[in-house]
């Protein structure tokens, strides 16, 4: 491709070190062979007749292939046998001098070129000529002379030969000059055949000149045919050489390289000193201009095309040709003349009805040759397929940049990064660490449903621009999820890493418009690094997973990864199938803890809690487990378990004269099925308990992130008579305005601030306010979490109405709760019924 080391081309006046010495000894040799034969002047009808047979050797150039191997006849060795043997030396030398000089001139070659040229040809005369002089003189048309003259003209073809050689080493450099060298050869196997012609011709002359007639016909008759023979296998190797450019096009040209294996090929199947490849730049594409040299090792980004031949074709749409053979483009001649080119065609690159590029040939190699109108036809027919491989190459291109690519943001999707990593972890440098920062962007839920799709696609379009703006010229920024995006790059160290997870997050907090809205969104980070988190890519990037979702409960929003993080995961994992197989069995047993009113000390409740003895990893945590449920669909089952077991009980108190409410855990989900409220009535009335004998507690934080989805449902529970009670009250982020809309009839006060108010003026503080406002929304306040004496004096002093924890009992199963009923409570007669109070508290 461009930019690529290529031979460095010489100036060309380097080949006046071999023309000088050629003109000059071929000088000399006129010189003293003019002195030898004074009279040579009196030959001159012999002169002309010599002189033409030259011209027309020059200009009857035929190009012969056979098995690949081009061979170049030039008839020049001919009358050079017959002019040594019938002329003197100085006319012999006069004659291929002036003969050359004509036949270039008309050519109109380049002034260098021609120099060389006919010091060649005067060289190599002089050379034979000095070569017959030496050798024995023969007389006749004998033997002897056939070896004398093919002694002379083989020397001279070998001056031909290495001068062009030297010539070549000259201008451009040794290397070429081998190539030259090794490809002259063929001239030792035309000129062997020329004698063999020259020499019959002579036999035949010397016996009578009326021989010139048929000898004449005869070399027509033969340069006819080779000509045909020529035309024929230019044909044939012409067809054999496009259909094999069309396969390497259509199996090699997809993975970049369709400029490598199209112009070198061109150029030299046009036989052109130039091929160049131009295409525009487009969409994701850079322009693309590409040029194959005759001398050249690789492809050069110039382009000898002149431009407004360029212009031409594509403003046409169709090939434009210009040379000495093509009339109608004669308007464009001078172009060429000014950019010192001789002749070049140009085709636009097609596609359907789009012009996607060009194909140019630039001077047809051979100076006495030009394009001709074939020559167009194969370039047009190259051109077309190369159109075609082109489009190809673009869409395999298109579709490889899509399979690692997102399509939202053009950023690498996770293929890409794990790619990316692969490669990373593979190089250890010292002091440094291989850091994967993964962020999770908050409430793109949100706006998808506020604002559509189309606004959350806008709003991580906006997201992935920012952070690859911030990121560095060093990291690879990258979208592996719907709301995740990941950072890699090298690092210090771990505690550098979480400073630029840090900087890049409080960076992407800035306020981002979305539509008509302006959004701060917020986004939590997790860390992981190479290698003290692992050497496998896919375990990199789930630990930083595993670290964003544990930076969410985080106040400054970042967290490294460490291992109890992914044991945790994996264990819930793990736990997913015992759990259903639990609920099949009846494995998990309910638990009661009381609620006990505070300002009488009365027994009036229990909360019903789900506890799961595992047989191999022990007591599993009940954040554990419901989690689990939540994330399997097994959560229905779970609420519906943990109800069944307390309804059951909540009728047998009553039956035994210990009538106690129950009080059952709803996760947000419960509430977001429509038919949760029909399931309760039917427990209700199949267990026979009061609809106001049971209240269900919904986790503040979970439920208003659904409120206004869940309020439905909320309302029909409302309806059927149950109670509705907010848990861990305080620990939500909302406003305490939606205990307005909620059908809510307690507050349940977190326990954090219930068993630090008695040591934390700030959690006594938060408590009251919770109590106060809480009694002018006419709702109930149970406080959870009472420890101790003081505890629950301060509570009574504040006006809470019901308290719950260790100081009155810990959750305990059926059978233990029956019997710290009957041990730690009394029954008392109230005007509402009996009721148990608590005998003794401490």
Not at 715 to 743: I, N
């Given at each position: 491709?461009?930019?690529?080391?290529?031979?460095?081309?010489?100036?060309?006046?380097?080949?006046?070190?071999?023309?000088?010495?050629?003109?000059?000894?071929?000088?000399?040799?006129?010189?003293?062979?003019?002195?030898?034969?004074?009279?040579?002047?009196?030959?001159?009808?012999?002169?002309?007749?010599?002189?033409?047979?030259?011209?027309?050797?020059?200009?009857?150039?035929?190009?012969?292939?056979?098995?690949?191997?081009?061979?170049?006849?030039?008839?020049?060795?001919?009358?050079?046998?017959?002019?040594?043997?019938?002329?003197?030396?100085?006319?012999?030398?006069?004659?291929?001098?002036?003969?050359?000089?004509?036949?270039?001139?008309?050519?109109?070659?380049?002034?260098t070129k021609t120099a060389y040229n006919v010091a060649k040809s005067a060289a190599r005369t002089a050379t034979a000529l000095v070569v017959v002089s030496s050798l024995p003189k023969a007389v006749g048309a004998g033997p002897a002379t056939w070896g004398v003259l093919a002694a002379g003209v083989v020397a001279a073809a070998l001056v031909s030969w290495l001068s062009y050689a030297c010539v070549i080493t000259a201008v451009q450099d040794r290397r070429a000059g081998q190539d030259a060298l090794r490809a002259g050869s063929q001239t030792l196997v035309t000129a062997a055949i020329n004698i063999v012609m020259g020499l019959v011709c002579l036999v035949a002359l010397d016996a009578t000149w009326w021989a010139a007639v048929p000898l004449g016909l005869l070399l027509l008759a033969l340069a006819f045919v080779l000509r045909s023979f020529s035309e024929f296998y230019r044909q044939h190797r012409t067809l054999t050489e496009v259909y094999e450019l069309t396969q390497a096009m259509r199996e090699q040209g997809n993975d970049g390289s369709l400029p490598d294996i199209?112009?070198?090929?061109?150029?030299?199947?046009?036989?052109?000193?130039?091929?160049?490849?131009?295409?525009?730049?487009?969409?994701?594409?850079?322009?693309?201009?590409?040029?194959?040299?005759?001398?050249?090792?690789?492809?050069?980004?110039?382009?000898?095309?002149?431009?407004?031949?360029?212009?031409?074709?594509?403003?046409?749409?169709?090939?434009?040709?210009?040379?000495?053979?093509?009339?109608?483009?004669?308007?464009?001649?001078?172009?060429?003349?000014?950019?010192?080119?001789?002749?070049?065609?140009?085709?636009?690159?097609?596609?359907?009805?789009?012009?996607?590029?060009?194909?140019?040939?630039?001077?047809?190699?051979?100076?006495?040759?030009?394009?001709?109108?074939?020559?167009?036809?194969?370039?047009?027919?190259?051109?077309?397929?190369?159109?075609?491989?082109?489009?190809?190459?673009?869409?395999?291109?298109?579709?490889?940049?899509?399979?690692?690519?997102?399509?939202?943001?053009?950023?690498?999707?996770?293929?890409?990064?794990?790619?990316?990593?692969?490669?990373?972890?593979?190089?250890?440098?010292?002091?440094?660490?291989?850091?994967?920062?993964?962020?999770?962007?908050?409430?793109?839920?949100?706006?998808?449903?506020?604002?559509?799709?189309?606004?959350?696609?806008?709003?991580?379009?906006?997201?992935?621009?920012?952070?690859?703006?911030?990121?560095?010229?060093?990291?690879?920024?990258?979208?592996?999820?719907?709301?995740?995006?990941?950072?890699?790059?090298?690092?210090?160290?771990?505690?550098?890493?979480?400073?630029?997870?840090?900087?890049?997050?409080?960076?992407?907090?800035?306020?981002?418009?979305?539509?008509?809205?302006?959004?701060?969104?917020?986004?939590?980070?997790?860390?992981?690094?190479?290698?003290?988190?692992?050497?496998?890519?896919?375990?990199?990037?789930?630990?930083?997973?595993?670290?964003?979702?544990?930076?969410?409960?985080?106040?400054?929003?970042?967290?490294?990864?460490?291992?109890?993080?992914?044991?945790?995961?994996?264990?819930?994992?793990?736990?997913?199938?015992?759990?259903?197989?639990?609920?099949?069995?009846?494995?998990?047993?309910?638990?009661?803890?009381?609620?006990?009113?505070?300002?009488?000390?009365?027994?009036?409740?229990?909360?019903?809690?789900?506890?799961?003895?595992?047989?191999?990893?022990?007591?599993?945590?009940?954040?554990?487990?419901?989690?689990?449920?939540?994330?399997?669909?097994?959560?229905?089952?779970?609420?519906?378990?943990?109800?069944?077991?307390?309804?059951?009980?909540?009728?047998?108190?009553?039956?035994?004269?210990?009538?106690?409410?129950?009080?059952?855990?709803?996760?947000?989900?419960?509430?977001?099925?429509?038919?949760?409220?029909?399931?309760?009535?039917?427990?209700?009335?199949?267990?026979?308990?009061?609809?106001?004998?049971?209240?269900?507690?919904?986790?503040?934080?979970?439920?208003?992130?659904?409120?206004?989805?869940?309020?439905?449902?909320?309302?029909?529970?409302?309806?059927?008579?149950?109670?509705?009670?907010?848990?861990?009250?305080?620990?939500?982020?909302?406003?305490?305005?939606?205990?307005?809309?909620?059908?809510?009839?307690?507050?349940?006060?977190?326990?954090?601030?219930?068993?630090?108010?008695?040591?934390?003026?700030?959690?006594?503080?938060?408590?009251?306010?919770?109590?106060?406002?809480?009694?002018?929304?006419?709702?109930?306040?149970?406080?959870?979490?009472?420890?101790?004496?003081?505890?629950?004096?301060?509570?009574?002093?504040?006006?809470?109405?019901?308290?719950?924890?260790?100081?009155?009992?810990?959750?305990?199963?059926?059978?233990?709760?029956?019997?710290?009923?009957?041990?730690?409570?009394?029954?008392?007669?109230?005007?509402?019924?009996?009721?148990?109070?608590?005998?003794?508290?401490?």
């Amino acid at each position: 491709m461009a930019g690529r080391p290529h031979p460095r081309r010489r100036s060309a006046q380097f080949a006046w070190l071999v023309t000088a010495p050629l003109a000059l000894f071929a000088l000399v040799c006129l010189v003293v062979y003019w002195y030898q034969y004074p009279t040579w002047w009196r030959e001159w009808p012999g002169v002309l007749l010599v002189l033409v047979a030259f011209v027309a050797a020059h200009v009857s150039v035929l190009s012969v292939v056979i098995r690949r191997q081009a061979f170049v006849v030039v008839l020049n060795e001919i009358p050079l046998i017959l002019a040594i043997y019938f002329l003197s030396p100085p006319a012999v030398i006069l004659a291929q001098t002036v003969a050359s000089l004509v036949t270039h001139l008309w050519s109109r070659m380049d002034t260098t070129k021609t120099a060389y040229n006919v010091a060649k040809s005067a060289a190599r005369t002089a050379t034979a000529l000095v070569v017959v002089s030496s050798l024995p003189k023969a007389v006749g048309a004998g033997p002897a002379t056939w070896g004398v003259l093919a002694a002379g003209v083989v020397a001279a073809a070998l001056v031909s030969w290495l001068s062009y050689a030297c010539v070549i080493t000259a201008v451009q450099d040794r290397r070429a000059g081998q190539d030259a060298l090794r490809a002259g050869s063929q001239t030792l196997v035309t000129a062997a055949i020329n004698i063999v012609m020259g020499l019959v011709c002579l036999v035949a002359l010397d016996a009578t000149w009326w021989a010139a007639v048929p000898l004449g016909l005869l070399l027509l008759a033969l340069a006819f045919v080779l000509r045909s023979f020529s035309e024929f296998y230019r044909q044939h190797r012409t067809l054999t050489e496009v259909y094999e450019l069309t396969q390497a096009m259509r199996e090699q040209g997809n993975d970049g390289s369709l400029p490598d294996i199209l112009l070198s090929r061109v150029r030299t199947l046009m036989r052109a000193e130039y091929a160049t490849l131009w295409l525009p730049a487009l969409g994701r594409h850079p322009e693309v201009l590409l040029t194959a040299r005759v001398d050249g090792k690789g492809l050069l980004d110039i382009a000898p095309t002149p431009t407004v031949v360029r212009e031409e074709a594509l403003k046409e749409g169709g090939t434009v040709a210009v040379g000495a053979r093509f009339s109608d483009t004669v308007h464009l001649r001078p172009f060429l003349r000014d950019s010192g080119v001789k002749d070049v065609i140009a085709v636009p690159l097609r596609s359907g009805q789009t012009t996607v590029g060009s194909l140019e040939v630039v001077n047809r190699l051979n100076d006495a040759v030009t394009f001709r109108d074939a020559d167009v036809q194969v370039l047009e027919t190259i051109a077309a397929h190369a159109a075609v491989a082109v489009e190809n190459s673009r869409l395999v291109e298109r579709l490889r940049f899509d399979a690692y690519h997102d399509r939202l943001t053009s950023l690498p999707n996770r293929r890409r990064i794990t790619d990316a990593l692969a490669e990373s972890v593979k190089v250890r440098a010292p002091g440094e660490v291989v850091a994967v920062i993964l962020f999770d962007v908050d409430g793109l839920r949100d706006v998808n449903e506020s604002m559509g799709h189309a606004a959350g696609d806008k709003l991580l379009a906006e997201v992935a621009e920012r952070l690859r703006g911030i990121a560095g010229p060093g990291a690879l920024v990258g979208r592996i999820g719907g709301d995740e995006f990941v950072v890699t790059l090298r690092v210090e160290s771990a505690e550098e890493t979480v400073r630029l997870a840090t900087e890049m997050r409080e960076q992407l907090r800035g306020p981002m418009i979305v539509g008509s809205l302006t959004l701060d969104v917020d986004t939590a980070a997790g860390v992981s690094l190479h290698p003290d988190h692992g050497d496998d890519p896919d375990a990199l990037l789930r630990r930083a997973e595993l670290a964003a979702n544990a930076a969410k409960a985080l106040p400054y929003g970042v967290q490294m990864f460490h291992p109890a993080l992914e044991s945790r995961a994996a264990r819930r994992l793990g736990l997913a199938a015992d759990l259903r197989r639990a609920l099949d069995a009846g494995e998990l047993e309910v638990h009661f803890q009381p609620k006990v009113s505070i300002k009488d000390r009365h027994l009036i409740g229990v909360e019903c809690l789900a506890r799961w003895q595992h047989p191999a990893h022990g007591e599993v945590s009940p954040d554990d487990f419901v989690a689990v449920a939540e994330h399997t669909g097994q959560l229905h089952r779970l609420t519906q378990v943990v109800l069944t077991a307390g309804l059951r009980h909540c009728r047998e108190w009553a039956e035994a004269g210990r009538p106690l409410s129950i009080a059952v855990n709803l996760s947000a989900r419960t509430l977001l099925d429509p038919r949760f409220p029909d399931q309760v009535h039917e427990l209700l009335k199949q267990y026979g308990v009061a609809a106001g004998q049971v209240t269900f507690e919904i986790s503040e934080p979970g439920m208003l992130g659904e409120i206004e989805r869940a309020l439905p449902t909320l309302y029909r529970l409302r309806d059927l008579g149950v109670r509705l009670s907010v848990d861990d009250f305080g620990t939500g982020a909302s406003s305490l305005s939606y205990l307005r809309q909620l059908p809510v009839h307690e507050v349940k006060i977190d326990d954090s601030f219930v068993q630090g108010m008695a040591t934390d003026s700030g959690d006594l503080a938060i408590v009251r306010a919770v109590i106060g406002l809480s009694r002018e929304f006419g709702l109930t306040v149970v406080a959870e979490g009472v420890e101790s004496e003081l505890t629950l004096d301060l509570l009574a002093e504040l006006g809470c109405e019901i308290g719950q924890g260790y100081f009155f009992s810990r959750p305990l199963p059926v059978e233990r709760l029956n019997t710290w009923m009957s041990a730690q409570t009394e029954p008392q007669e109230t005007p509402t019924g009996e009721v148990r109070r608590l005998r003794a508290v401490g």
